[in-house]
């Protein structure tokens, strides 16, 4: 399995932006997509899943109302809608495939997405 995660950028306060992830390979073993990110000197940290099938969605609180996940299976692509973007959003953006061998590893990782928020 592979991802490749585009979309990021610079934005202001305010601001939208889209992030997509394209999956290629087994994409048949695909439990749930994620998107993670990481902001200097902070943890890795989960801020929205969905399902596959779509039945099921999480939100970090940071993000809850501002961003929306959503996914295309037609184009095995997985997006995250980031709106009202505020500086503490700045991080690398990491788009994560939960397989069903082994649900809660997260185990494929895409190479991750810079998002910079000036203010």
């Known amino acids: 399995v592979q991802l490749q995660a585009f979309g990021g950028g610079l934005v202001q306060t305010g601001d939208s932006l889209r992030l997509s992830c394209v999956i290629s390979?087994?994409?048949?073993?695909?439990?749930?997509m994620g998107w993670f990110r990481q902001a200097p000197g902070k943890e890795r940290a989960l801020v929205s899943s969905?399902?596959?099938?779509?039945?099921?969605?999480y939100y970090a609180d940071s993000v809850k109302g501002r961003f929306t996940i959503s996914r295309d299976n037609a184009k095995n692509t997985v997006y995250l809608q980031m709106n009202s973007v505020k500086p503490e959003d700045a991080a690398v953006y990491y788009c994560?495939?939960?397989?069903?061998?082994?649900?809660?590893?997260?185990?494929?990782w895409g190479q991750g997405t810079q998002v910079t928020v000036s203010s």
């Open positions: 994560v495939l939960d397989s069903f061998t082994a649900p809660g590893s997260w185990d494929y």
């Open positions: 390979g087994r994409t048949f073993s695909v439990y749930r």
């Open positions: 969905i399902t596959w099938s779509g039945s099921s969605t």
